[in-house]
T-cell receptor
């Protein structure tokens, strides 16, 4: 079974731009969660989607948004990028065992 | 964003010794706890989990202990090997077993194994 796939692997943007990251979950998994990882703040929860609905959200500004498609693939978008948005963005999917997350390798975003 | 802390504790152990990594969790209502291992350049990888109705669970070379009274988790790794060198995160699902997934991670502990 293929794991969680995130694209792109690396991304460089400038302040003020927007970015869209993509995540394909493990086949059959309907829950997709997104996390931001930085050295100073650790792993921070962004949001979780299930069957195209956002079920939960972390404490991030509205510039961070996401969506999930009918095939469970998910995207997250960050608008008006700031230097502080530079981070590793991780996507994880889970199946019936709620909370047991399977992570992708992440997208490393650098904002210049 | 939500996070438990800023400081990344480090632990150095001799190869072959046992390792114990500790974690304090935040939510008394959490009923599911997980340990993850993250190697450089990779996403976190599931190691072992435990439900709140248990206080101990064993896997292959790993044991998780849960003390709900003091909201404490520990991960014990037996006969630590160089391949165990990584950052270890404890996590709690505050969404609840029958509800949504909201898995919150601790700050992590960096484990270094000395050959």
């Amino acid at each position: 079974k293929a794991g969680v796939t995130q694209t792109p692997r690396y991304l460089i943007k400038t302040r003020g731009q927007q970015v869209t990251l993509s995540c394909s979950p493990i086949s059959g998994h309907r829950s997709v969660s997104w996390y931001q990882q930085t050295p100073g703040q650790g792993l921070q929860f962004l949001f979780e989607y299930f069957s195209e609905t956002q079920r939960n959200k972390g404490n991030f500004p509205g510039r961070f948004s996401g969506r999930q498609f009918s095939n469970s693939r998910s995207e997250m978008n960050v608008s008006t990028l700031e230097l502080g948005d530079s981070a590793l963005y991780l996507c994880a999917s889970s199946g019936h065992e709620g909370g047991k997350l399977f992570f992708g390798s992440g997208t490393q975003l650098s904002v210049l | 964003g939500e996070s438990v802390g800023l400081h990344l504790p480090t632990l150095s152990v001799q190869e072959g010794d046992n390792s114990i990594i500790n974690c304090a969790y935040s939510n008394s209502a959490s009923d599911y706890f997980i340990w993850y291992k993250q190697e450089s350049g990779k996403g976190p990888q599931f190691i072992i989990d435990i439900r709140s109705n248990m206080d101990k669970r064993q896997g292959q070379r790993v044991t998780v202990l849960l003390n709900k009274t003091v909201k404490h988790l520990s991960l014990q790794i037996a006969a630590t090997q160089p391949g165990d060198s990584a950052v270890y995160f404890c996590a709690e699902n505050i969404g609840g077993r029958t509800s949504y997934d909201k898995v919150i991670f601790g700050p992590g502990t960096s484990l270094s194994v000395i050959p």
